[in-house]
């Protein structure tokens, strides 16, 4: 116990030190974290080249985007990193960073979560009060509060979390996690921690409750619309948002309401990836697939950059394209 307070560094043992599992992890993590970084640029990256885009939907999406860009550059690399080096250790102030970041980002997603379930209740259920309801000025100030509620738990949780003192430094994961430094902290040193988890668990229920009434009323609202192609729109719209809040709430359900076994568990590794990769993975592409206002800018985007090709990849300039090839390859 006179070790306890002397701990200035941890050691992340999320995979194994066998040569192949390193590449696989380095290889497969890497790979995960490009994708993801691509898909929210390019998300970013095509709203704000489109004016069209610049409504309520679109400007929470970039957000959403920075948020998932966010959250998965906080552990990704770092885990990257210490496989290319052979070495397992964080530092305790980078361990805070880590934990104190990653909060940040992802109760600031979850509230933005709900924030655009609102956008969405409003623009079918109140279409016409809703571009009084959702004008410029309200977009930022809801974005600004889910900013700011995700930093003000953040600080709170992680303050309180680092009061608590450790009896191991060694961390069964591959960044640090906060049911992991649970397992490593000292007997009744956590409780107040505990505290902060329950009324945070709390608020986000009823938050989550907030959000399920609201699509109530929007599926309430989107069965009384008469035509087919009204409801298939509707629902279009909805259904992708609704599709990233179960995914969200469903992952970071298992790993923080699971009981806590003090014993290491290829378990724990999947779903800590499954709450941390997936959602900054597949939101992009959830919300694009089916956005047709997403998908032309894209292509309006490729074909800015690269005309010839693109035009000979739509079809728009067959002939122009046979009478090339004639020339060139006779």
């Keep these: 116990m006179s070790n306890q307070s002397r701990v200035t560094e941890f050691l992340l043992h999320g995979f194994s030190d066998t040569q192949g599992l390193k590449a696989f992890h380095v290889t497969v993590f ?3 974290y490009l994708v993801a970084s691509v898909e929210n640029l390019l998300i970013i990256t095509l709203i704000l080249y489109n004016p069209q885009l610049h409504k309520p939907m679109y400007f929470f999406l970039v957000n959403l985007a920075f948020q998932d860009l966010g959250s998965i550059s906080v552990t990704v690399p770092k885990s990257v990193a210490n496989a290319l080096t052979s070495t397992k250790t964080i530092s305790y102030a980078g361990c805070i960073c880590q934990v104190f970041v990653f909060l940040f980002f992802t109760v600031s997603h979850f509230i933005l979560l709900g924030v655009m379930a609102y956008d969405r209740y409003t623009a079918i259920c109140n279409p016409l009060h809703y571009e009084t309801v959702m004008n410029m000025k309200a977009c930022c100030q809801m974005v600004t509060g889910a900013w700011i509620g995700g930093l003000a738990y953040s600080i709170v949780y992680t303050g309180n979390a680092f009061t608590m003192t450790f009896c191991s430094n060694d961390i069964k994961q591959f960044f640090c996690e906060i049911p992991q430094l649970f397992k490593i902290a000292c007997s009744d040193s956590y409780r107040t921690v505990l ?10 229920f009823i938050y989550l409750l907030l959000i399920i009434c609201s699509y109530v009323q929007i599926f309430r609202a989107v069965l009384r619309i008469p035509s087919t192609q009204g409801k298939q729109k509707a629902f279009s719209t909805c259904l992708p948002h609704l599709i990233v809040i179960v995914l969200y709430f469903l992952s970071g359900s298992f790993a923080y309401l699971r009981p806590i076994s003090r014993s290491p568990s290829i378990m724990d590794l ?18 694009s697939i089916r956005n047709k206002d997403i998908k032309m800018t894209f292509w309006k985007l490729i074909s800015n950059l690269c005309p010839r090709s693109y035009t000979i990849m739509t079809g728009q300039s067959v002939g122009n394209g046979l009478i090339f090839f004639k020339r060139h390859f006779k």
Excluded at 195 to 204: E, Y
Excluded at 272 to 286: D, K, R
């Design 30 to 32: 890497l790979s995960i």
């Design 195 to 204: 505290w902060v988890i329950l009324a945070g668990a709390s608020v986000a």
């Design 270 to 287: 999947l779903i800590s990836m499954l709450y941390c990769m997936v959602p900054p993975v597949m939101n992009p592409l959830i919300y």
